[in-house]
């Protein structure tokens, strides 16, 4: 079981038959200031699936985008002068389905 448990955290387990897949992940750097270009980068989505995209700024306002993954599954993209101030920014399947997420701060 310990082994199982250790295959388990490392994100993927593999067994005769059966795969169990790594969730889907939206990665920003940290560091990051006022009127930086932020570099986004996803994977394990579905490969080639359109995503929503949605850039939300804590005490009001959001954006939503749509994007399409690569035929790996992974995404990358760029939000341009990016204001001071945390944000989440959140991965949704067209049917509205929550897959990813992520917090972005951005330093004065």
């Known amino acids: ?3 199982l448990m250790t295959w388990l955290s490392a994100g993927a387990l593999v067994l005769p038959g ?6 889907a992940f939206l990665t920003v750097p940290s560091g990051l200031y006022e009127g930086d270009t932020v570099v986004v980068q996803g994977g394990n989505f579905q490969p080639e699936a359109e995503l929503h995209l949605d ?9 939503i985008e749509s994007i399409r ?11 341009e002068g990016m204001a ?8 949704y399947s ?3 389905a929550p897959l ?4 972005v701060i951005v330093s004065e």
Request: proline fraction near 2%; avoid cysteine.
């Open 69 to 79: 993954a690569d035929e790996d599954g992974a995404l990358r993209f760029e939000l």
């Open 18 to 23: 059966i795969v169990v897949a790594q969730s």
């Open 94 to 96: 067209p049917s509205g």
């Open 84 to 91: 001071s101030g945390e944000y989440r920014l959140r991965a």
């Open 55 to 63: 850039l939300i700024r804590e005490g009001g306002g959001h954006t």
């Open 100 to 103: 990813a997420e992520t917090r």
């Open 1 to 3: 079981m310990k082994r």
